[in-house]
């Protein structure tokens, strides 16, 4: 098995790390389908499609921290769920890590379309659906009072680990309620204390009892269902046999899997990993020589991470430092910077210079703030602006181009560069605000000064803002009747030469 990749993208807003992590997530986990991807036509829409298909094969996942972020929502913790008689109650549930690393674990997958069996290898209903968290089985009902002709039943995958974990048979969600069963067929002692005297009412034997009964004691043995849990769930035994069915084919190598976590630095990583950040190391995983177990708080069960899991960080450097991720966390990944790429950008726009354009701001800002904070090519390139200029209805030609550019720069690219600057209107002015085209200087700003006498009624040890006097100009205004595009293109041109 190939190692896994422990990978974070960081680099300034705009850069596409977003798009190079979906990349990333298909080479760790197929590398044979991403390099047949790569061989396609149009390469990029091959391996969105592999990528999609991963994905609802539960074999990618993604996530976006947050600073609310916790271990609950990533590993396990308790959650209200409500059951079949709607009484609210509270139950384990795993989080995305935990899912993927059971997914992980299961020797094979159940395809889309796969008709399963029941104990009888009688037809029991098809996967017409599956992701990261589980497959839908449609099934017939099995009552008389169904209108539907099919339902959709949902089987998570988390229930699906657990039991293959205690090694539960699949006939446990089978057991007919009114119907006499064999004890022995579930594991049940004839002299279990929990068993009441034989009812011959109901043809009970002291080796035979109702199923009712019988689901109670296999749901109280399990440690993870209630009665309810196994009543009417057929269709998570059929899952069960299929998932067995393949192991003893041994048709399925491990699985590789992936988890994707965007802004990965914006939630506190010791907090979210908790005592499994050990466990990330490639030595340190199930298998491995140094092989390392934790002990989970609230399953109450020993837990170990696959060496088949991959994980692709993507990290903006605007909202957080680099060192600002925990020392811990930094030495398990492998960091890769996506810079900013003007190449990616067009030469031309509307007869406007955007490349030079970009590059020009980025140096400045690179100048004030440092490269961090530069602006991504995805600011200007061709299919945003062009996605922008349809949604406005604007015409395809100089004018309608150049009211797209005008919207970026007044929506986006001025907006963002005031937050870094901390509202420092003049250094925003400074930096992408002003130009000088031949004697004419240009300015996205104008000057407004508040009236006098607001000025004379102010208490001395009030001071007016730096940036009182500057608002945006309504002749670069795309949406206004003062729209300039003579004067707009005059000033991207002058702007992007240095001038």
């Known amino acids: 098995m190939a190692k896994p990749t422990m990978k974070i993208l960081y680099g300034p807003p705009g850069t596409g790390k977003t798009w190079q992590a979906m990349r990333e997530a298909v080479k ?27 994905v609802a094969d539960g074999r990618i996942l993604w996530v976006t921290f947050h600073p609310s972020y916790s271990y609950e929502d990533f590993v396990e913790g308790f959650r209200p769920v409500l059951n079949d008689q709607d009484q609210l109650s509270y ?16 020797a094979g997958d159940i395809p889309l379309g796969t008709i399963l069996k029941d104990g009888s290898n009688r037809d029991a209903g098809e996967v ?29 995958r988390y229930v699906v680990s657990k039991i293959l974990a205690k090694k539960l048979p699949a006939k446990i969600f089978s057991i007919p309620g009114s119907s006499v069963v064999k004890l022995s067929e579930y594991g049940i002692a004839s002299d279990d204390p929990r068993l009441p005297p034989p009812r011959a009412e109901l043809n009970e ?16 043995d399990s440690e993870i269902f209630s009665s309810s849990d196994l009543s009417n769930s057929a269709h998570i035994g059929s899952v069960i046999r299929e998932l067995l069915r393949l192991e003893e084919q041994g048709s399925h190598s491990p699985t590789s899997v992936t988890l994707v976590i965007d802004e990965i630095n914006r939630a506190e990583s010791s907090r979210v990993f908790g005592e499994l950040l050990t466990l990330l ?57 996506v810079p900013a790429n003007p190449g990616k950008v067009l030469t031309s726009y509307g007869g406007m210079p955007a490349r030079e354009f970009l590059k020009r701001i980025n140096t400045r800002v690179t100048a004030l703030l440092g490269s961090g904070y530069e602006f991504g090519h995805a600011f200007l390139m061709e299919h945003r602006l062009e996605e922008i200029r349809s949604l406005m209805s604007w015409p395809n030609d100089s004018d309608g181009q150049a009211k797209v550019f005008a919207h ?67 002749w670069w205004d795309p949406s206004s009747e003062s729209w300039d595009a003579d004067i707009f293109q005059r000033f991207v041109n002058a702007l992007a030469n240095g001038n």
């Open 91 to 106: 139950k384990v549930v795993d989080g995305p890590f935990k899912m993927l690393c059971q997914r992980a674990k299961l």
């Open 205 to 220: 034997t002291e080796s035979a009892r109702v199923g009712s009964l019988v689901r109670r004691i296999v749901a109280a």
């Open 408 to 474: 970026v720069l007044r929506t986006n690219i001025l907006p963002t560069l005031a937050e870094y600057l901390h509202n420092d209107w003049s250094k925003v002015k400074a930096v992408a605000g002003i130009a000088q085209s031949d004697t004419l200087t240009i300015s996205l700003f104008e000057s407004s000064q508040p009236d006098q006498k607001f000025i004379e009624r102010l208490e001395e040890e009030y001071e007016l803002s730096e940036n009182r006097s500057l608002s945006y100009s309504h």
């Open 281 to 337: 190391e490639i030595n340190k995983r199930e298998g491995m020589p140094e092989e390392k177990q934790a002990w989970l708080p609230y399953s109450k069960s020993s837990f170990t991470v696959p060496p088949s899991l991959s994980i692709i960080g993507t990290m903006n450097t605007v909202d957080r430092s680099l060192t600002a991720l925990d020392f811990a966390m930094r030495r398990r990944f492998d960091f890769v910077l």
């Open 128 to 156: 017409v659906r599956k992701d990261a968290e589980g497959w839908v089985v449609r099934v017939k009902p099995n009552r008389s009072d169904e209108i539907a002709e099919y339902i959709d039943k949902f089987v998570p």
């Open 28 to 54: 760790a986990t197929a590398p044979d389908l991403f390099a047949q991807a790569l061989t396609e036509e149009a390469p990029e829409e091959a391996l969105k499609l592999v990528h999609d298909n991963l």
